[in-house]
Structures are given as C-alpha cells and as structure tokens.
C-alpha cells in the first residue's frame, strides 16, 4: 500500500521529524485560501503515487497568489506524466501546498527492506533531489548504507556514522539530522513498511534541517493491523481491478500483454507466465484465485479477468489440489453461460477430480473453450489464438 506525501509528512511529523507546514486541497480557491494562510512563498506539489513530478511541472514554487492560482490550476486540469507514470499519466485530484524554503542543500535518507541481508537498510547521499536514480547507477559510492538489527533499530553509532557521511558536523544540525533518521526509522517499524524515504532531506540557508518531500510503502501483509493506515488508504488512487479482486480474495496483477492467466497459486502464476513468453506471447495479467476457490469466487475471476479490454485470449491453469478441477470447470461453464465468452479461452486443468471436470466440459460444449493436454500445449495455443 502506497500513501500520498502530505500523509508521508503527517507520520514523519507525528514521529519528531520537522516539516514545513502545509495544507492539502483538491480546489484552485481552496489552494489560494492556503496560500494565504501559509503565505509569502510556497510550493504548490501534486499529490500522486508518483515521483519524478518536480521534472515533469507538478511541483512549482510560487512567489504570489497569481502563480498558486496558475500552478493550480494548471495540475488539477492536465494529467501528469513523468518517468514513474507511463504515457498516459495519471489525473491529479488533490494538491499540497507548502510553505517553501530556501535551500543550501539537499540529501537523501531512505530505510527499506533489504531481502539479501533480511534486515533494514539506511541509506542515506549528499547527492539528494531529483538525480538519486543516476547517482545510484553511476556513482554508487555516494550512497551510505547501514543495516539495522531488526530488534536494536538504529543504534547510535549508526546514526553518527550516517550523519557525518551526509557532511553535516554543526552541532545543531548534526542534532536535528540525527533526529530526521530516528524518525524515518521509527515510522519504518512502527507501521511495517517496505519503504520509508525522504529526497530531499534539505538544510536550509538559515541552517535548519526539514524533510520537503516524503515516500512511503506498507507491507500490504501487515495493514490490518494499523488502523492509521486503513484510514488513509486512498481507492481512487488504485487499479479498480486490483481492488475488486481484493474485495473477493482474489490476488490481480494488470500487465501490459494480451493473454488473461486464471491460475490457482503465485507460482504458478509465475511458471504460467514464464512458458507463455517463452511461446512468444505476452501475458495481460494475472490472477490467482487462491487454494479454497468457490464457485462464486471463480466467476468473479473471469469477469474481472475479461473487464480488461487488452485481453485477446484466457490461458486458465488450474492444478487442482485443495482447489478443485470440477469446481473450476463448473464455474467456467456458469461464466460462460452468464457473461459469455466472446474470446478463445484455453483451459488446461490437472489434480483433483479432473475427469469429472473433463467430463463437465465436455456435456457443456461450449465453443470457446479450448481444451489443453498440458501446459505446453495449453500455452502454445493460448498464444496462437491471440497472433
Ligand atoms: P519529486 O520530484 O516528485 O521528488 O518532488 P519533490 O517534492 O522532491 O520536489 C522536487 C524538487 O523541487 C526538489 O528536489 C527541490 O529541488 C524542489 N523543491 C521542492 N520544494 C521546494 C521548496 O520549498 N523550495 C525550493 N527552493 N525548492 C523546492
Ligand atoms: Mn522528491
């Protein structure tokens, strides 16, 4: 789960970190009744799950109530594309506006997951803003790392370590840095996140310390247990497939290709997908429908699966453990009689109670299905029917 940056600084603020103040609105008159409040100058920012939005003209600093009034109007009215979004980016509904500050430097300081060493990782770099991407690729050197003990978190010789690489060494500074860092940690743990990020981390001209911009992810695994996040999570934001499928249990992942994969189980989802590329199709998405499927669930499946108008063809690879195969292909047959099937849908089917599946398909004869005798054969014609 992603939040948007105004929700970002709200942890990070509840945590110690220092953060200009703001305000968020969704309205041109609201983001000029917030400039007048902040007032003198401020940096109107869109409040997408995005990056990349100072490069792409969705993060403006402006200096009266005429520019926050064209800034305004200009992100609420046109989508925004940068590197993050894909061609056709995406539509801004909500604004921040912040009271801007001068800046003398800016750095970045991350904590996230690092799977290889199962641990928490700092990374902190004097090179922060908008270049971090091509600073880790070419001068990875200038990213400092420190691994977290899962149970001590950041202890002090880390934070010092971390502090005096980002260059700061008046006391005040290195003080309130050092504080920044126990925040971000302190948010990383609190809420089970995947990611914690602030870039820029800025000093300012007059010497404070303030994070201006912020990124988070959750373990989506681990939402349940914070009501805090429950609250802000944002729908509007998210792929309304992806969102029914939660509603039902279901596990969808859109792609970009033409092949719909109905699978019970993530790694057969991943050797599904495998061996339709290695056919030379592109699948469209998946979706998992889980070990202990229903009828009810399976139907939902197809209706999502055929709600995307990218989708040519239906691979469906079931191997029938605790789910079962007749199950299934009832359920293929009620989608079909319901929502009809207008494409070719290949089915291959393999465990439990199979030949009483085969069987159902068989007395339903339905022209669009495709009867498969392995994977193989189920892929290559998934693929042929879509060419
Ligand atoms: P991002 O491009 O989506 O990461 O958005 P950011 O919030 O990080 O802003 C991008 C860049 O805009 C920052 O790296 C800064 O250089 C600049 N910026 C953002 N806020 C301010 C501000 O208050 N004052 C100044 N001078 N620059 C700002
Ligand atoms: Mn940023």
């Given at each position: ?45 869109a ?9 792409a003209g969705f ?12 800034a305004a109007e200009f992100m609420l009215g046109n989508r925004m594309v ?7 980016g995406i539509a801004v ?295």
């Amino acid at each position: 789960m992603k939040v948007h940056e105004y929700q970002a600084r709200e942890l990070l603020e509840e945590c110690g970190a220092p953060v200009p103040p703001s305000k968020v609105v969704e309205t041109v008159d609201q983001a000029l009744s917030a400039y007048d409040e902040i007032g003198q100058m401020v940096v109107v920012k869109a409040q997408v799950f995005a990056g990349g939005r100072g490069k792409a003209g969705f993060v403006k600093l402006c200096n009266n109530r005429d520019e926050v009034k064209t800034a305004a109007e200009f992100m609420l009215g046109n989508r925004m594309v940068s590197k993050q979004t894909g061609p056709e980016g995406i539509a801004v509904k909500k604004l921040l506006i912040a009271s801007a500050v001068d800046i003398e430097s800016e750095y970045y300081v991350a904590v996230v997951l690092d799977r290889t060493k199962r641990c928490p990782v700092v990374m902190v770099s004097r090179e922060g803003g908008v270049e971090i991407e091509e600073v880790a690729e070419k001068n990875p050197d200038a990213i400092v790392k420190q691994w977290l003990d899962p149970h001590l978190g950041l202890v002090n010789f880390q934070a010092a370590r971390l502090v005096s690489a980002l260059g700061l060494k008046e006391k005040s500074q290195v003080k309130s840095a050092t504080k920044v860092l126990r925040a971000l940690v302190d948010v990383f743990y609190k809420y089970d996140c995947a990611l914690a990020e602030i870039n820029p981390l800025v000093l300012t001209r007059g010497g404070d310390i303030l994070a201006i911009d912020a990124k988070m992810n959750f373990d989506d695994n681990a939402t349940f247990r914070h009501k805090r996040l429950q609250e802000m999570f944002d729908p509007s934001e998210e792929n309304p497939a992806e969102l029914r499928a939660k509603e039902h249990d279901l596990t969808y992942i859109a792609l970009d290709g033409n092949i719909g994969c109905l699978v019970n189980g993530a790694g057969l989802a991943m050797s599904t997908m495998d061996i339709i590329k290695l056919h030379g199709g592109e699948p469209a998405n998946f979706l998992d429908v889980g070990g202990s499927v229903t009828k009810e669930g399976a139907i939902e499946a197809f209706r999502i699966i055929l709600s995307d108008e990218k989708v040519r063809g239906v691979l469906v690879n079931i191997f029938g453990g605790i789910a079962k195969c007749d199950t299934i292909a009832e359920a293929l047959i009620a989608a079909a009689n319901e929502i009809g099937f207008k494409i070719p849908v290949v089915v291959r089917l393999e465990g439990t109670n199979v030949e009483r599946a085969r069987e159902l398909l068989k007395e339903a004869n339905i022209d669009a299905l495709i009867p498969a005798d392995d994977l193989t054969d189920a892929a290559k014609k998934a693929c042929a029917q879509v060419a």
